[in-house]
Structures are given as C-alpha cells and as structure tokens.
T-cell receptor, first 112, second 115 residues
Framework: GDSVTQMEGPVTLSEEAFLTINCTYT??????LFWYVQYPGEGLQLLLK?????DKGSNKGFEATYRKETTSFHLEKGSVQVSDSAVYFC???????????FGKGMKLTVNP | DTGVSQDPRHKITKRGQNVTFRCDPI?????LYWYRQTLGQGPEFLTY????????KSRLLSDRFSAERPKGSFSTLEIQRTEQGDSAMYLC?????????????FGAGTRLSVL
C-alpha cells in the first residue's frame, strides 16, 4: 500500500538555523502531499500542501515542493524560531476516501 | 467556526470495560475521519463517514470497535472489552469534500489509557 517515510528525530537546532526535514513517499496514482504540525498540547494542524507535481506549498516561512521524479516532499525553513518547536508529520492522501497516510513524525526542538 | 471538538480529552479505564468517545466536527463538514496515534508513531486511519454513511473501515478496526454518525453530525467511537493494546490517542478529523478543498481539520484527540 501507499506509505510515507520521513526523517526521524529528534532534532535540536539553534534559533535562526536552516531546517530540512526529508520526506519520501510510495504511492500508486497521484496523491496529494501534506505537512502537518503538532505543537505541544495541541491537535494536528495543516502546515502546507501540494496537490500535483512541481507544486510548491508554503506557509509561515516553511516550503515544500512536490517532486514526482524523486517521490519527495522535503520541508524547509530558512531560519527557525523557538516557536517552531513541534512534531512535524509528512502525509499523503489515498484513494477515494482521501484518508491520510502519515509518516512517523519528527520532533524538532529549537533553542534560543 | 469552533473547530473539531472531542470529548473526553482523557479516559482511563480498566481492561475489559467499554468506552465511548465523541467527536463534533466543524458544522458544514460532510466527511468525518477517525485515526489512532500511538506513542512515537504517526496517526493511522481507522474509518471515515461521508454524511451518515460509514464508507471505509481499516483492518485495524477489530470487531470490538464500532463507529456511528447518526444524522451526519457528531460521531461516536466505541471500544468494547478494552485491551491494554488499545491505549492510544484517538483523533477525529473533518473535512468538506468539494474539488480540491478536502483539507482535514483535526481535533485535540482523546487519550485512552487501559490499565
């Protein structure tokens, strides 16, 4: 079945560092791709999405590009802040139900 | 828009007991999903409804699990004869299925601990 593999953490960075979280997927057809974020004590929130090849999703300084040739959707941010400390999940939608298939998540801690 | 609401936030139960969780989706959303998340893992799909119809169930959803969505509004997830392996965070999400607008919004979850 369809699956998502993402870089596992935890990762600790200093404020203003560059962030990359790798995500690759296996899917039949043409899934939509997502990054969700879970801040401490809160529910999952959609960070960004891309629905077709070469689309770039962006939000709050984060970006990810849907690369069909490498089946990847890596998340990047040029300068992280302490408030970006959270768990980040890469996901795809599958089938007519559009259920989400998630990676295992990566915990990011940003220190001042 | 009050968001997706789940109740209770936490539930502690003894093995063998039945538990029921409730999810209230965003009011105009016609799709409702249930996921389960264990420690250190991403959420895993359990089942989903379009309006009141339950259209898909995961193989993860054993016979002890049942979900309903009467009248296409709130949903309940019941686990009968709970086992320690049922301990997890149970997440509900809702969406409005129209074209490319099917973005799922998640509730804060119900954390179940089976002793």
């Amino acid at each position: 079945g369809d699956s998502v593999t993402q870089m596992e953490g935890p990762v600790t960075l200093s404020e203003e560092a560059f962030l990359t979280i790798n995500c690759t997927y296996t899917a039949t057809g043409y899934p939509s791709l997502f990054w969700y974020v879970q801040y401490p004590g809160e529910g999952l929130q959609l960070l960004l999405k891309a629905t077709k090849a070469d689309d770039k999703g962006s939000n709050k300084g984060f970006e990810a590009t849907y690369r069909k040739e490498t089946t990847s959707f890596h998340l990047e941010k040029g300068s992280v802040q302490v408030s970006d400390s959270a768990v980040y999940f890469c996901a795809l939608t599958q089938g007519g139900s559009e259920k989400l298939v998630f990676g295992k998540g990566m915990k990011l801690t940003v220190n001042p | 828009d009050t968001g997706v609401s789940q109740d209770p936030r936490h539930k502690i139960t003894k093995r063998g007991q039945n538990v029921t969780f409730r999810c209230d989706p965003i009011s105009e959303h016609n799709r409702l999903y249930w996921y389960r998340q264990t420690l250190g893992q991403g959420p895993e799909f359990l089942t989903y409804f379009q309006n009141e119809a339950q259209l898909e169930k995961s193989r993860l959803l054993s016979d002890r699990f049942s979900a309903e969505r009467p009248k296409g509004s709130f949903s309940t997830l019941e686990i009968q004869r709970t086992e320690q392996g049922d301990s997890a965070m149970y997440l509900c999400a809702s969406s409005f299925n129209r074209g490319t607008k099917n973005i799922q919004y998640f509730g804060a979850g119900t954390r179940l601990s089976v002793l």
